[in-house]
């Protein structure tokens, strides 16, 4: 499977800080992905404590709002939306 992944600047920029210039984010994103696939299905109670909707429902509002934008964008449009 390949995915394509439009990054922010200010991201990317941020990753650079932490990682240092050069590094494979193609590999970083990769991991990234593989290890959330891996906890969704071996462990899915930990899963969804970490990205579930409670967990979601922590987070400070800025932060919340702008998930949900991002996520609403991929959930299919419901009968009322269309």
């Not at 994103?29 to 899915?44: E, N, Y």
């Not at 970490?50 to 509002?61: M, Q, V």
């Amino acid at each position: 499977m390949k995915i394509e992944v439009d990054i922010d600047d200010n991201i990317y920029q941020t990753w650079e800080r932490f990682f240092g210039t050069g590094f494979d984010i193609a590999g970083l994103l990769s991991s990234i992905l593989k290890d959330a696939a891996v906890l969704m299905v071996v462990h899915p109670e930990d899963f969804l404590a970490t990205f579930g909707p409670e967990a979601i429902a922590k987070l400070p509002d800025s932060v919340r709002q702008a998930h949900e934008r991002e996520v609403k964008k991929y959930l299919p449009k419901s009968e009322d939306e269309q």
